[in-house]
């Protein structure tokens, strides 16, 4: 069954520092484009960042030099190193998949496999 389980979320204070997971559990998960999103309360979804299957990783404006997305291949998990937080980043964090990184930054609604969230809360 494919799918992507992400975990880690919950309350931190301004300034602090979270790491989501994301688990891939897809077939040829290293042919994917994988990525983050998240969706604050009465807003749309923000992309976040993006590692395409070559390795190549992109991050929104409003997150560069805060956030890293990194990705353990052994074990197929997707990580999110969230730094200096502040309650802007408090939203619903989502992980997504699809083997076009075009369609993951550019296209969300098309998105092959989306995960089911969670949640960041920075106070």
């Known amino acids: 069954h494919e799918q992507l389980v992400e975990s880690g979320g919950g309350s931190v204070q301004a300034g602090g520092s979270l790491r989501l997971s994301c688990a891939v559990s897809?077939?040829?998960?290293?042919?994917?484009?994988l990525g983050w999103f998240r969706q604050a309360s009465g807003k749309e979804r923000e992309w976040v960042g993006s590692?395409?299957?070559?390795?190549?990783?992109n991050y929104a404006d409003s997150v560069k030099g805060r956030f890293t997305i990194s990705k353990d291949n052994r074990k197929n998990i997707l990580y999110l190193q969230m730094n200096s937080l502040t309650p802007g980043d408090t939203a619903m964090y989502f992980c997504?998949?699809?083997?076009?990184?075009?369609?993951?930054?550019?296209?969300?609604?098309?998105?092959?496999?989306w995960g089911q969230g969670t949640q960041v809360t920075v106070s």
């Open positions: 590692l395409g299957s070559d390795g190549r990783i």
């Open positions: 997504a998949a699809d083997k076009v990184c075009h369609t993951v930054v550019n296209q969300p609604e098309h998105v092959k496999y």
């Open positions: 897809v077939s040829s998960a290293n042919d994917y484009c």
